[in-house]
Every structure is written in C-alpha cells, then in structure tokens.
C-alpha cells in the first residue's frame, strides 16, 4: 500500500519563529490533507491540497503531485499552533480512504 | 451545522464487555469512515461504508463490525472488547465528490476508549 512519511518528527521552536514540515508519499494520489491534533486531541482540517499552493493567514502548504511531496509552511509561530500535525493522502480506488503518516509534533516556546 | 458527532465521548470497559461508538454527520455525505489512533501513531482505517447499504473493511478491520444505519448515522461495534482496542476512535465523512473531484474528509471529535 501506499507509504506517508513526515519529517520531522518533534520540532522545538520559540515563539516567531517559522517552520517547514514535509510529508513525503509513495504513489499518485488525488486527495492531501493536512490536519493539526491540538493538545485536546481534536482534529482541525488546514488544507485540501492535492496539488498546488494554498494560503490561510500564516499558513500556507504546496502540493508537488509529481514529485509525490508536499510541504506545510507556518510563519510567525504561535503558542496555539502546538500540536501535532498530521499530512494524509488518499486514492482514487476504494472510496478515497485516507492514509496517515506519523506525524510531526510541533512545540512552541514562548 | 453539527458537522461530525460523536458519542461517548469517553468510556472505561472491561475485558470482554461489548459496545457500540455512534457516528452522525449534518452535511448529506455519502461516504463515512471510522479510525483508530493509538499513542503517538497516526490514523488507521478500520471500516468504511461508501455510500448507505455499503461497507467494507478497512486496514484493521479485525475485532470490530459496522452499521450504516442511513445515510448520517455509520456504527462501530466492539463485540468483545480486549486490551488491545484501547484506543481513540474517531469518525469522519466525506464530501461527495467523484474521482478526480473534492474529497475532503471532516472528523469528529473522537471517542476516548480504554479497555481493561
């Protein structure tokens, strides 16, 4: 099946600070979420994107279908943005079932 | 405009007890999903129903069966619970598009199972 891989894992940041997380795939897909779990265990969706560029405030993210990547940019960290933050992808067979990676738990210092 | 729900929100069963997790969505999607997350771990399929009156296993379908009741409710029963379901369990569904259309799945907000 196919493979989601993010990196990096746990990120440790002050507060202002910017930061880049990948999510890496293993096959064509035709559905990319990114999703952060905050510290409640809730999961708030950021961005449908399978491919090209998408922009919500300080976040942003861009899909590379082609290069089976895709990257998720937050800019001017805020405590709140503590989490773990999740990139899924799904695939045209089986009713577009999501497949996760493991994660990038990020922390913000203040 | 609910969205996604849930119930319960947390349960303590004991080894062998049964239960059924409720799912209901408000948006008139057609496709609904029921993972697991254990600690640390990202999401794992465990049955999916495509539309209503359909259903289909998962990645870790094993333990577990399903009900898609009508189109906004989607059951996930544990007939005999063990250790090893002790997990947080969330629903989610889909919007209806067609292959090649938007697919964008909302979750709900998770049920908390410890099994002892």
């Known amino acids: 099946g196919i493979q989601v891989e993010q990196s990096p894992p746990d990120l440790i940041l002050q507060e202002g600070a910017n930061s880049t997380l990948r999510c890496n795939f293993s096959?064509?897909?035709?559905?990319l979420q990114w999703f952060h779990q905050n510290p409640w265990g809730q999961l708030i969706n950021l961005f449908y994107?399978?491919?090209g560029t998408k922009q919500n405030g300080r976040l942003s993210a861009t899909t590379v279908a082609t290069e089976r990547y895709s990257l998720l940019y937050i800019s001017s960290s805020q405590t709140t943005d503590s989490g773990v933050y999740f990139c899924?992808?799904?695939?045209?067979?089986?009713?577009?079932?999501?497949?996760f990676g493991q994660g990038t738990r990020l922390t913000i210092n203040p | 405009n609910a969205g996604v729900t849930q119930t319960p929100k947390f349960q303590v069963l004991k080894t062998g007890q049964s239960m059924t997790l409720q799912c209901a969505q408000d948006?008139?999607?057609?496709?609904m999903y029921w993972y697991r997350q254990d600690p640390g771990m990202g999401l794992r399929l465990i049955y999916y129903?495509?539309?209503?009156?359909?259903?289909d296993k998962g990645e870790v379908p094993n333990g577990y069966n399903v009900s898609r009741l009508n189109k906004r409710e989607f059951s996930l029963r544990l007939e005999s619970a063990a250790p090893s379901q002790t997990s947080v369990y969330f629903c989610?569904?889909?919007?209806?598009?067609?292959?090649?259309?938007?697919?964008?799945?909302?979750f709900g907000p998770g049920t908390r199972l410890t099994v002892l």
């Open positions: 989610a569904s889909r919007t209806s598009g067609r292959a090649g259309g938007y697919n964008e799945q909302f």
């Open positions: 096959d064509s897909v035709n559905n």
């Open positions: 994107i399978p491919s």
């Open positions: 899924a992808v799904g695939i045209i067979q089986g009713a577009q079932k999501l497949v």
């Open positions: 948006m008139n999607h057609n496709s």
């Open positions: 129903s495509a539309s209503e009156g359909t259903t």
